[in-house]
């Protein structure tokens, strides 16, 4: 193996629910053994603990385009910029609280990862999916929380993509929007892109867009 430690190495020596809202939070009181040998001594760690979450890129092979969305996130804003001393031309040159992303949300109780996929697709573009391919699963912030996000490629039409779409009782407004994947990667390249699984999905595509669409018989 890689690591040469696993959970077998870790003594969890207490657990502690701080807040239970969308999110959970609890505090782990744990130690764990060293590189060096021996044993850390009791650390205390925060952990935010959500549901496993999926990203998905989808992709025209045919039209050699992605779809991507726009939404207001609130981890984006800077809440300084909004004091009442700030000037709005201050606030209209900083970077927008509203990222280009992939479509992606988090699994329902006992939902495949899959049907999250092809439910979001639905959900924030209006899409359906015809074929889906894994890219990678990772820890999205392992520092601090523990959500795995599953990252896919979605074969869709994206002629059918555009417009304002959203679940209403989650209060999302998502702009739609069909771009051709070399504009996409551009924006990686410009540093137009500030979400890490967009970043991953988009560069991921520009080294294997070939053999997607041999796969896909485009």
């Known amino acids: 193996m890689l690591q040469q430690f696993s959970h077998d190495d870790v003594e969890l020596l207490g657990r502690e629910l701080l807040h239970q809202g969308f999110f959970r939070l609890e505090r782990f009181t744990l130690r764990h053994r060293l590189f060096g040998g021996g044993w850390s001594p009791p650390l205390r760690r925060e952990l935010l603990l959500r549901r496993p979450a999926v990203a998905l890129l989808p992709y025209d092979p045919l039209r050699d385009e992605v779809v991507l969305i726009e939404e207001f996130r609130v981890g984006a804003l800077d809440p300084a910029l909004l004091a009442d001393d700030v000037e709005p031309a201050r606030r209209r040159q900083a970077a927008s609280p509203w990222l280009i992303e992939l479509v992606a949300g988090i699994t329902e109780p006992d939902e495949p990862i899959e049907a999250t996929a092809h439910r979001e697709a639905?959900?924030?573009?209006?899409?359906?999916?015809?074929?889906?391919?894994?890219?990678?699963?990772y820890l999205s912030s392992a520092g601090g929380?523990?959500?795995?996000?599953?990252?896919?490629c979605g074969r869709v039409d994206s002629s059918q993509a555009g417009g304002i779409h959203g679940v209403d009782h989650e209060a999302e407004d998502i702009l739609v929007r069909a771009v051709a994947r070399e504009t996409a990667y551009g924006w990686v390249e410009q540093g137009l892109i500030r979400n890490a699984a967009t970043l991953v999905a988009l560069q991921w595509l520009q080294l294997n867009h070939v053999r997607v669409r041999a796969q896909w018989q485009c």
């Open 122 to 137: 639905h959900e924030e573009a209006g899409l359906t999916l015809f074929e889906l391919l894994p890219i990678a699963d």
């Open 145 to 152: 929380s523990d959500e795995r996000l599953h990252l896919f």
